[in-house]
T-cell receptor, first 109, second 118 residues
């Protein structure tokens, strides 16, 4: 079966750095997405990785290792507004998006 | 980035009635749109893939006669929840895939519709 694993919940301090991991087992791989979802709102696109390595976009970076079936989202200089759920999604061989359950990130002052 | 709108943003209806939710891509043409449902504190669940000009593809366990999907144009898809019941109360979110030259297609989400069935 296809599976995306993420921690259910993480807590971090304002101004700090946090890394949210995602491991996947899918039938084929055609890219990995990270989305941010605030409570009661729809997800918003953060990043896309299809090749191994690190993609940096401002305070957010996303890393991919296809051989390990592993990705992480790195958030720097955390702000209170970063409190949200972070969803990892993988596009499989049929170009279907397989969604993780999301990681709820709690930022404390 | 691409903008997707959804209407209404929330709706309360009586059990047994039907509710229509619209999803529009505002600044691009979307040949494919997706409908998701999300229950509180749970992840997105794909209900169906809507292709312009053809029948929608439903995920396993989703009743196509209950959740009617129409994708009549490149910018509009509608989801009609027929004979709604309290267990259909959920957050319904649509997304549209924007195929871009040189990039893979990313899904952009509408703001969601919160349906409450009394």
């Amino acid at each position: 079966g296809q599976n995306i694993d993420q921690p259910t919940e993480m807590t971090a301090t304002e101004g700090a750095i946090v890394q949210i991991n995602c491991t996947y087992q899918t039938s084929g791989f055609n890219g990995l997405f990270w989305y941010q979802q605030h409570a009661g709102e729809a997800p918003t696109f953060l990043s896309y990785n299809v090749l191994d390595g690190l993609e940096e976009k401002g305070r957010f970076s996303s890393f991919l290792s296809r051989s390990k079936g592993y990705s992480y989202l790195l958030l720097k200089e955390l702000q209170m507004k970063d409190s949200a759920s972070y969803l990892c999604a993988v596009k499989d061989s049929n170009y279907q998006l397989i969604w993780g359950a999301g990681t709820k990130l709690i930022i404390k002052p | 980035g691409a903008v997707v709108s959804q209407h209404p943003s929330w709706v309360i209806c009586k059990s047994g009635t039907s509710v229509k939710i619209e999803c529009r891509s505002l600044d691009f043409q979307a040949t494919t749109m997706f409908w998701y449902r999300q229950f509180p504190k749970q992840s997105l669940m794909l209900m169906a893939t809507s292709n312009e000009g053809s029948k929608a593809t439903y995920e396993q366990g989703v009743e196509k006669d209950k959740f009617l999907i129409n994708h009549a144009s490149l910018t509009l898809s509608t989801l009609t929840v027929t004979s709604a019941h309290p267990e259909d109360s959920s957050f319904y979110i649509c997304s549209a895939r924007e195929p871009l030259a040189g990039e893979t297609d990313t899904q952009y989400f509408g703001p969601g519709t919160r349906l409450t069935v009394l």
